[in-house]
Structure formats: C-alpha cells, structure tokens
C-alpha cells in the first residue's frame, strides 16, 4: 500500500484495521481509534456500508420476478417423495399371521393432527422416546407447540396432553407412559398493533 | 406477480415462529416446510443470483437448496438458526454451481430488472449507491466475494464462514477485512 491507496487512512490506521476493530464490536475500546476523527469517520463509512448492502439485498428481493407457482410446486413435489416414515410401530391384530403396523411417522402426524384441533395452539416437534417396535414398551411422548398470545397456556397444554392420550390410545397399542409438553413459543399479533394485510 | 394459491393450512401455520416450523417439518410435515420455503424463498433467489448472475440458474440452485435443507433438516442443531443454515446450504450449492458452469459473473440481466429511472431524485441516487455497491462486489475476488455474503446476508458467525469454506478463521477474518476495504475504497464517491 502507498500513500495513495484510499484503504491506508491519512492517520496511517488501515481500513482493513478498522474494519476488524468493527468486526469485533469496537471492543476492547482502542483510544487510538475512538479519538481519531479520520478513523471515526471511516468507521462510520464502513457500517453505512453494511447498512447499504442490506438495502441492496433488500432491493433484489423486491425487485426481482416472484418466483412462479411452478417454482414452489417442483420443490414440493420432489419432497413429498421423500416421506419421513421413521420406525415401525406394530399394530395388534387378532390373527397373529396378520402383521400390521403404522410408521412413526404415522403417529406423528397423528399427535399434530389432533394437537392443532386445540384452539389458539398448534403443535411444533414431536417424540416417541422408547422401544416404539416391541409391544408394551414404556414410551414416552413429549410435545412442543406455540400458543396464542392470549390464550392460557395451561388450559392449552392441558387440552393437548387430553387429545394425544386418548388419540394415541385409540390408534395405537402404544403403551404410553408419560405425555411432556413444552410450549415454546407464543404467536398471533399483540394488541394494539397496526396490522397490514396484502392482497 | 402470481398469487400464491389460499391454502388454510398454510395461513394458519404462517405466523409461527421458525422453530416450531422445523419442528413440524422434521417430523415429516411438509407444510411446514413450505412455509419456510415462502418465508426465505425470495431472499435466497435474491443472494444467489448475486452469486451465479441469472435468475434462471438461481431458481435451480435455491430449489435444489430446499431439496437438500428437506432431507437434512434432523441434523440443523438450533432449529431457530434455520435461516444462516438455509444460508450456508444455497451459498455451498451456488458456488458449486459456478465452478461447474464456468459460469462469468455478469449481473447485466439482474440490472436490467432494476425499476425505470421515473423515481424522484433521492431514490435515483440511492439508486445509484446501490448500482455502485453492486459493482463493487463484482470485482471481488470469488473467495473475498464469498466471505463477505456469508457474513452480510447469509448472517453466519466467522467460525461458521471458516468451517464452511475450509478455512483457518484468521483466513476469514483476513479475506473479510480485505473485501470491506476494496469495496470501502471503491464506494468513496458515494460516502
């Protein structure tokens, strides 16, 4: 670098200098710098770079073609292919030549199924802890879900934990031993909050 | 623009948080998935066309991101984290993209879709700022290039950049420093 290079400032600090001192969050405070007009000002530049390059992204975003309906339907064409089955959970059936089970995946979708009938609740991950392929086995369901805002979050949990016992128990021989559910996020717009809707 | 299909199943779900969303999706949900998909669709089309130049090409890329992000959803460790990890997944396949293509960068397609100039003053020269960022980048070398996407829009942490390019991070940290500099140096008529 030569005295004419704009990335060596006139203070002999160099931009690159600068924007790891940036990078690092200004900290520890280096006096040098934080009383430097000259490395003052380019640090200002280089967040309004940042700040600038955010407005360009932004800008694509906006400004691009919206992908088509086709865009959005390959994708989930070729994911529907790739079903999640996960273990095998037996099925008791009166003839023992009869060997009938459901997917976990099957019971997974049923606990979301039932979970997002509760009002102002719907269900994020679940989880069969236990030996789901032998008959009997203790297993152990634990839930997470995101509640309204204004809903009550035990009445909710409550109704949920309800739902998945007596669906599970209905159709599966699931010996289910404990039902954990954690709500992990609420959602829904807060009061007084001005709500746009683009049509 | 196309509107998008009324899907109550996705209007309800739209307003989740992204956990709660990979939760659902790694249990086997798709419509979960597909809420991720239009929540950070646009913003990947938009990072890789910045990489790869054509829109076309990035549609591709970004679809085969979600492809992957699909079927390696179990191994995302912060379920939260779903957008730098989406991030580093379209960055990966779109610089691969490139070195397959041998593809020469060139943004003329992506400028021709910026808006007329029938916008009032401030806005022609923010656009401007922005044109001048936008070539800016271009002349970045691709390594320097990478870095600095990884970090400004993919929003990933320098050890996540270093481990994603095979990189020590004071590599990161230097190539990082050398791109904000050149592109400070090259946007000064504009500071």
């Not at chain 1, 400032?9 to 009383?35: F, H, N, Q």
């Not at chain 1, 360009?56 to 994708?75: K, Y």
């Not at chain 2, 089309?45 to 679809?63: E, F, H, K, L, P």
């Not at chain 2, 379920?79 to 020469?104: C, G, N």
Request: a negative charge; one cysteine or more.
């Amino acid at each position: 670098m030569n005295e004419n290079d704009p990335r060596t400032l006139d203070c002999g600090k160099t931009v690159e200098e600068l924007s790891d001192y940036l990078a690092a969050g200004r900290s520890p405070s280096d006096p040098r710098i934080e009383t430097c007009p000259e490395c003052l000002n380019a640090l200002q530049g280089l967040t309004r770079l940042t700040q600038l390059f955010q407005d360009l992204i932004t800008q694509d975003v906006a400004d691009l073609p919206a992908p088509s309906e086709n865009w959005f339907q390959g994708i989930m064409t070729n994911i529907h292919r790739e079903v999640r089955a996960g273990r095998s959970v037996p099925l008791p059936h009166p003839d023992i030549r009869v060997d009938l089970s459901l997917t976990e995946g099957a019971v997974l979708a049923l606990i979301r199924s039932v979970g997002d009938t509760v009002p102002g609740l719907l269900v994020g991950a679940s989880r069969l802890d236990g030996d789901v392929e032998t008959p009997g086995a203790p297993v152990e369901v634990s839930v997470t879900a995101s509640v309204l805002w204004n809903r009550s979050i035990p009445d909710a949990a409550h109704q949920l934990r309800e739902l998945i016992c007596v669906a599970l128990a209905a159709h599966t021989a699931l010996n289910v031993i404990s039902v954990d559910i954690t709500i992990e996020d609420l959602h829904g717009d807060l009061p007084n909050t001005v709500i746009h809707k683009e049509h | 623009m196309n509107a998008p299909a009324h899907n109550p199943d996705r209007d309800r779900l739209e307003g989740l948080a992204d956990a709660i969303l990979v939760g659902r999706a790694v249990d086997g949900d798709t419509a979960a998935f597909e809420t991720i998909i239009r929540r950070y669709g646009p913003l990947m089309r938009a990072y890789t066309a910045r990489i790869v130049g054509s829109m076309a090409d990035a549609d591709d890329v970004v679809q085969d991101a979600f492809q992957t992000a699909w079927r390696r959803l179990s191994e995302l460790r912060d379920p939260a984290a779903v957008k730098p990890w989406l991030m580093r997944i379209t960055s990966r396949l779109a610089f691969t993209f490139l070195r397959r293509k041998h593809v020469d960068v060139d943004l003329a397609t992506l400028e021709g879709a910026l808006p007329a100039d029938t916008q009032p003053e401030n806005v022609a020269v923010r656009n401007a700022q922005l044109h001048a960022l936008s070539a800016a980048l271009d002349t970045l070398p691709e390594d320097q290039r990478r870095c600095w996407l990884l970090r400004e829009i993919g929003e990933l942490s320098y050890d996540d950049i270093a481990e994603d390019m095979k990189l020590p991070t004071a590599t990161v940290r230097g190539k990082l420093a050398r791109a904000r500099s050149s592109i400070y140096a090259q946007m000064e008529g504009w500071r």
